[in-house]
């Protein structure tokens, strides 16, 4: 199963997350290491993930994101995360937000397996 994450902010400015999440390849992350970076934004921590990345056509590849996220909802080492990557550039990495989760990314993260 992946968890669904409500992002607050991304490593990604708004303009990046919008054109990764159009032209972005999906994938499924794994969390290999959830990091506190001491930040904390209208009460929320920003935490460093170190994630594991598989999709369907490329070898699995490690990448790292800064992110803040819901103190009540801090992600945990072994959840499984919808992606995109940027095709280009894979350490360009979004999170998919509720919102921006439709039945084609569903169904493309069901392709992966795992």
Same mark, same amino acid.
């Given at each position: 199963?992946?968890?669904?994450?409500? %992002?607050?902010? #991304? #490593?990604?400015? $708004?303009?990046?997350? !919008?054109? +990764?999440?159009?032209?972005? +390849?999906?994938?499924?992350? +794994?969390?290999?290491?959830?990091?506190? @970076?001491?930040?904390?934004?209208?009460?929320? /921590? $920003?935490?460093?993930? &170190?994630?594991?990345? &598989?999709?369907?056509? $490329? !070898? /699995?590849? =490690?990448?790292?994101?800064?992110?803040?996220? #819901?103190?009540? #909802?801090? /992600?945990?080492?072994?959840?499984?995360?919808?992606?995109? &990557? =940027?095709?280009?550039?894979?350490?360009?990495?979004?999170?998919?937000?509720? =919102?921006? &989760? @439709? /039945? *084609?990314? *569903?169904?493309?993260?069901?392709? %992966?397996?795992?």
């Amino acid at each position: 199963m992946v968890l669904l994450l409500a %992002i607050f902010a #991304s #490593s990604c400015g $708004q303009q990046d997350y !919008e054109r +990764i999440l159009e032209i972005g +390849i999906t994938g499924k992350g +794994i969390i290999n290491k959830v990091e506190d @970076t001491n930040v904390t934004i209208n009460d929320d /921590p $920003q935490v460093r993930l &170190y994630l594991t990345i &598989y999709s369907k056509n $490329q !070898e /699995p590849f =490690d990448a790292v994101v800064k992110m803040v996220v #819901s103190r009540v #909802s801090v /992600p945990r080492q072994g959840d499984w995360v919808a992606v995109k &990557y =940027d095709p280009e550039d894979n350490q360009k990495v979004i999170w998919i937000e509720d =919102d921006d &989760y @439709t /039945p *084609e990314i *569903e169904e493309e993260i069901k392709q %992966i397996g795992l």
